[in-house]
């Protein structure tokens, strides 16, 4: 079934009244392109967003976590690597461990809910280099999610983060410089999107100031930024 430009407009402005849900809306992870402008789906969201961007930026709340951010159970252990929880196993091999670009993954799959209540995600991985840490939302490398969808949700969990206490929480310097970050595959689904044109998901990433990273290798990961 496909979608006129104008369907995908409407699925939109319906799904902006929340924002911070925006991103898990199932229309984020259209593929494909409108049946009367043939315009990729995710174009036409990202435009959207563009022009909304103020929006958008203001429309969600942050929420205070009650306890630490930092987990002190977190041990880097995959306990059962066929569980189908791929991504947080990745995460968990990455522990610990310093790569170019990003610096040293500090934890993994970090809270931002206040209480039980809140269903406000978890936090892939946490990367620092000492200037800067990093919110990075991590897809295995079949993801079928579109980098439309990544850029947005690490984008909401950088919103909802409480910052001054998640650095406080890691023991970061309080002037530490905060970004959400896309942490995908080399080659996979998400990194086939950016070499091709995107025009106003690339606009919506500089206005967002989310900068992609890659992963190649299978167990001795490299992070590279193209």
Aim: overall charge neutral; charged content about 30%.
């Amino acid at each position: 079934m496909g979608y006129t430009r104008d369907r995908i407009l409407a699925k939109c402005t319906e799904a902006f009244n929340d924002k911070k849900t925006f991103y898990k809306q199932p229309f984020i992870n259209y593929r494909g392109k409108t049946e009367d402008t043939d315009e990729y789906y995710t174009e036409v969201i990202a435009e959207f967003l563009c022009n909304n961007i103020s929006a958008y930026i203001g429309g969600m709340p942050v929420i205070t976590r009650q306890y630490s951010y930092k987990t002190t159970s977190h041990d880097g252990k995959v306990h059962n690597p066929n569980s189908g929880r791929d991504e947080e196993n990745i995460a968990k091999r990455m522990y610990g461990h310093q790569y170019s670009c990003v610096g040293e993954m500090l934890d993994y799959q970090t809270p931002l809910n206040s209480n039980d209540s809140d269903h406000a995600g978890k936090i892939d991985l946490l990367a620092y280099d000492g200037k800067t840490l990093r919110i990075l939302e991590l897809k295995k490398p079949d993801s079928d999610e579109t980098m439309l969808r990544c850029v947005l949700e690490a984008f909401t969990y950088w919103k909802t983060v409480d910052k001054p206490k998640l650095l406080s929480d890691f023991n970061l310097p309080a002037d530490t410089v905060v970004k959400a970050c896309p942490f995908v595959f080399k080659d996979g689904k998400q990194y086939k999107e950016m070499e091709k044109p995107r025009p106003h998901l690339k606009r919506l990433m500089d206005l967002l100031y989310s900068k992609p990273y890659y992963i190649s290798g299978t167990d001795n990961y490299i992070v590279t930024e193209d």
